[in-house]
């Protein structure tokens, strides 16, 4: 296992920010660690890379215990913090040489070129760190976590703040980064974990909420279908509730209901027939398929 977590409790004086949590990450798996604002994030990737520790509990990367060897933890792992912390006076070329030496790396100036090449910085790499776009100061933070290429990589958050170019960009700089280590990255967008992820652990006020495929994540829920229909005259809705099938018909603006369905039943035939029998007909009728961030909503409010 590349990461294991073995219920990490993390107290901040009275406050529990990660409350008896337990997880795997496998090696070569790219995870999404997913939830609100305030979850417990940026705290459980922290102990992780071993710059806090916990109050309970064991964390291993590499089958290495995190809380006894932490230097040897640290050489294998890449860590871009959710601040991405950076000396914006230093060059491009100059910070990387900086911390190729805190890793002790040997031909250096090889190291960084390749390094430039990987993360796509070669037109920005004699500018000041400073002078870079937000985009291009990730590739600099994505840059100084590979420089001693770890075998796993933590990513706080990287892609707050990008604007959808540089967001593509960065995603698709991550996937390919992620064909060949095990990526951990946090993020409190759902299409993110549909668009790079495997698996997606959900983290919510200190406690692990759902650990799923990506792939299974939508039929978690998927009892919860739902019809967007609209007549076009007022129907009974005490009715419409009694079809079979019908969880709930929420009255939504005119005439339009929003039907909750059982998911193995199709009702759209039953709904039409329906409004023949109150003596209207059906304007619109749409399938609402349940989507990850619907889940997301569901699992953390
Ligand atoms: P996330 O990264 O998911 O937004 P964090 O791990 O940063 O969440 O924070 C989890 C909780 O712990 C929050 O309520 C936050 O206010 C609290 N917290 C984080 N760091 C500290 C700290 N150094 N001291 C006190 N409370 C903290
Ligand atoms: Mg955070």
């Known amino acids: 296992m590349s990461i294991v977590v073995k219920n990490v409790t993390k107290l901040y004086g009275e406050q529990k920010a990660l409350d008896d949590v337990s997880f795997s990450v496998n090696p070569g798996e790219i995870v999404g660690f997913l939830g609100p604002n305030g979850a417990g994030k940026s ?3 922290k102990i992780i890379t071993s710059f806090i520790p916990s109050n309970m509990g064991e964390t291993h990367v590499c089958d290495l215990d995190v809380s006894k060897v932490p230097l040897k933890t640290k050489m294998r792992i890449g860590y871009l913090a959710e601040q991405n912390p950076l000396y914006y006076d230093m060059y491009v070329r100059e910070y990387l040489g900086f911390i190729a030496g805190v890793f002790k790396i040997k031909n250096t100036a090889e ?3 390749e390094l430039i090449e990987m993360v796509g910085l070669t037109v920005e790499q004699n500018k000041k760190i400073g002078q870079l776009s937000k985009g291009y100061k990730q590739r600099v933070g994505l840059a100084q976590a590979l420089i001693h290429d770890p075998e796993v990589l933590i990513l706080d958050e990287p892609t707050t703040g990008l604007d959808p170019n540089q967001l593509e960009e960065i995603r698709g700089l991550i996937k390919k980064i992620g064909s060949s280590k095990t990526v951990m990255l946090s993020t409190h967008i759902m299409q993110e974990v549909e668009a790079i ?3 997606v652990i959900i983290i919510n006020k200190g406690k692990i909420v759902a650990n799923e495929k990506a792939s299974d994540l939508s039929t978690l829920l998927s009892s919860k279908n739902a019809i967007q229909i609209e007549f076009e005259k007022a129907i009974d809705e005490k009715a ?5 099938g019908v969880q709930s018909a929420e009255k939504q603006v005119g005439n339009n209901y929003l039907v909750q369905v059982n998911s193995e039943i ?3 035939n039953q709904l039409f027939q329906f409004a023949i029998a109150q003596g209207t007909t059906v304007l619109t009728l749409k399938k609402e398929e349940l989507k990850l961030e619907d889940i997301f909503k ?3 409010t």
């Open 43 to 45: 705290t459980m990737m």
């Open 111 to 113: 190291r960084i070129d």
């Open 197 to 199: 992820c495997d698996r």
């Open 240 to 244: 419409l509730r009694n079809i079979a």
């Open 266 to 268: 199709d009702i759209r």
């Open 298 to 300: 569901q699992l953390t």
